[in-house]
């Protein structure tokens, strides 16, 4: 049998490695059937285990095997897999599941490869090359909500967490910033400032309560209401004493929403609503000819299987609207900007509109029609936030909490705690400033990611900001008390980097050691499955495993301490590469 010599690939991914093997097993053994593809999953008794056994047997039983049933599928599997340094043993369980023990020495050997490399050598590789999310994605004039918040969390980690398997992100800011509410706001802005020119933020102060008064105005004056359907039409016919106007409303909403993401350190690219307006008509005239259009009510329409009611795609006044945009915006995306994977993040609220326009665009023959091939899109929605009485999270006066007041405050509880502690007489303002706004947005962000996005979560800065449970702030403390066990040895960890062996001999040693191995895989099952509370998990048994290796296993001082050594330094790098990829900031002393 031929040895395959591990993958340079895939060192830092067992099981996509042992994948590549088992195919080989699989295609020697039933060569008529070469779609069987590997089923590798981390194992109850073994490392990993092979599942194909059971599922091959229903296959090939009525095509005369040889074969006598599974546990003889899985054994002809062992016998044919070719012999690998990874795979230290094999054996069958059951009705023929095929357990997998990995070497000691290929995982050390791993480890120590990733200690030189980095551990980018570890990203996974998906089949895409570039994707969209479109994530966080406010309203102009209006205020950014604890919705728009976790858009803006959980899209901001799926985008780090593609970009780091290799997809080009296109990181899109689908602000809400045309329709007929900027016809009232522009005309309120000229009623209150005549001379749009020398408007500043400071002047409207308040962006959202501007949009309030403008309102009002608009639903009492039948005078007001009239100019800002006039405002509209001449906004929307080009006017540029009107666009000029738009524009300064749109500046002034995106220097506030610029502030909350500076200090979530998000990176975003803004093409709003506007942008994709010249291309409606024609998107529409391309669903029309395909016959997909219908007059319903004065309105044009698509009907779409499954649904009661269409999908509205030009109102009965001639005007576009979400549902066109979105559309335009897709062809746009997959078209103009080639995107293979289109993700967008919102709350579960608006599962509906994305699935009929989805629709749509399949019928429309833009997709194909299962929506695991690409390309591919997927509405990433999440449940909603909610406050301590189980309703919808506000502050007391009900209105929608405001983004950079929660932020302030996880802050400020997250310095007051450091100072109870005595930090503000150990380190200086800067420092403690800098820690306490690492752990408190870490904190927030963490809360918000580690739970299934699918279900809703109470927010409360005690629970997040518990140093204890499975929390950011647990987890940070695990990082710097491994960052201080490394710097009190008084060794030069990067010198020992380049020489050092790992021995994995110690049952703690080897289960830390086969944890930090699976980082590969999580990232991608979290991006495949779109799920970043995987990843949450992995860094809680990260730091749980460190924990178990810490309390059996003497560090310094001990004969093992090179080795040692250089596990706590490999475990403290991937707990960095998952707070990197969380949007959490590492602290180093805490
Ligand atoms: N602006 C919308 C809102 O605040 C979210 C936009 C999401 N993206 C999209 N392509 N529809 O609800």
Aim: charge should be neutral; proline fraction near 4%.
């Amino acid at each position: 049998m031929a040895t395959i010599v591990a993958n340079k690939e895939f060192t830092g991914n067992p099981r996509r490695q042992l994948a590549k093997l088992f195919d080989v097993s699989l295609k020697l053994i039933v060569p008529d059937e070469p779609n069987v593809e590997p089923l590798i999953e981390p194992g109850k008794f073994g490392d990993y285990q092979c599942n194909n056994a059971m599922g091959l047997w229903s296959i090939i039983k009525g095509k005369g095997t040889q074969f006598k049933g599974p546990p003889a599928v899985g054994q002809a599997l062992i016998k044919s897999l070719p012999t690998s340094e990874m795979v230290e043993s094999c054996s069958i369980a059951g009705p023929g599941f095929v357990n997998v023990v990995l070497s000691a020495k290929w995982m050390a050997k791993s480890i120590e490869n990733m200690l030189i490399d980095g551990i980018d050598t570890w990203a996974p590789t998906l089949s895409v090359k570039r994707a969209v999310v479109d994530f966080s994605s406010p309203n102009i004039a209006k205020e950014m909500h604890v919705g728009h918040l976790r858009s803006t969390i959980i899209g901001d980690t799926l985008a780090r967490m593609l970009e780091y398997s290799k997809v080009e992100v296109l990181r899109r800011n689908h602000v809400g910033d045309w329709g007929t509410q900027f016809g009232m706001l522009i005309e309120f802005l000229f009623e209150k400032f005549p001379d749009t020119d020398s408007v500043t933020e400071t002047a409207i102060g308040d962006l959202q309560m501007f949009y309030k008064k403008s309102k009002l105005k608009f639903d009492l004056d039948p005078e007001f209401k009239e100019k800002a359907q006039q405002a509209v039409v001449r906004l929307q016919g080009g006017d540029p004493v009107y666009l000029k106007a738009w524009a300064k409303i749109c500046e002034i909403s995106r220097n506030e929403f610029a502030k909350v993401y500076q200090r979530l350190r998000v990176e975003l690219e803004e093409k709003g609503e506007s942008f994709y307006n010249p291309y409606i008509a024609n998107v529409i005239e391309e669903l029309s000819s395909k016959g997909l259009v219908e007059e319903s009510k004065g309105a044009r329409v698509i009907f779409i299987e499954g649904f009661k009611a269409p999908l509205i795609v030009v109102k009965s006044d001639g005007g576009f609207n979400y549902a066109s945009t979105d559309l335009t915006a897709l062809w746009y995306r997959l078209n103009e900007e080639k995107a293979e994977w289109i993700i967008y993040l919102t709350d579960l609220g608006q599962q509906q509109h994305f699935h009929m326009f989805f629709k749509a665009a399949r019928k429309a023959g833009w997709l194909p029609d299962d929506d695991k091939t690409y390309p591919r899109v997927n509405h990433v929605g999440f449940g909603l936030v909610l406050g301590d009485d189980n309703k919808r999270f506000r502050t007391r006066s009900t209105e929608v909490v405001r983004l950079v007041d929660l932020l302030d405050e996880a802050k400020d509880r997250s310095k007051a705690a450091l100072i109870e502690r005595g930090k503000d007489k150990e380190w200086t303002p800067e420092e403690l400033d800098q820690t306490a706004e690492a752990v408190g947005y870490g904190a927030l962000k963490y809360a918000d990611l580690k739970t299934n996005r699918l279900t809703g979560y109470t927010f409360s800065f005690d629970q997040m900001l518990n140093d204890k449970g499975d929390t950011a702030v647990y987890l940070l403390y695990a990082h710097a008390r491994i960052c201080s066990i490394i710097r009190k040895s008084g060794k030069d960890i990067d010198e020992l980097k380049k020489t050092g062996k790992i021995a994995l001999d110690h049952a703690a040693e080897r289960a830390l050691g086969l944890h930090m191995l699976q980082f590969a895989e999580t990232v991608e099952e979290a991006c495949t499955t779109l799920l970043p509370n995987v990843l949450c998990k992995y860094l809680y048994y990260l730091s749980e495993e460190f924990t178990k290796f810490y309390s059996s296993c003497q560090v310094n001082g001990s004969a093992e301490e090179t080795s040692r050594l250089l596990l706590c330094e490999a475990t403290a790098i991937v707990m960095r590469k998952c707070f990197y990829l969380l949007g959490i900031t590492p602290v180093y002393k805490l």
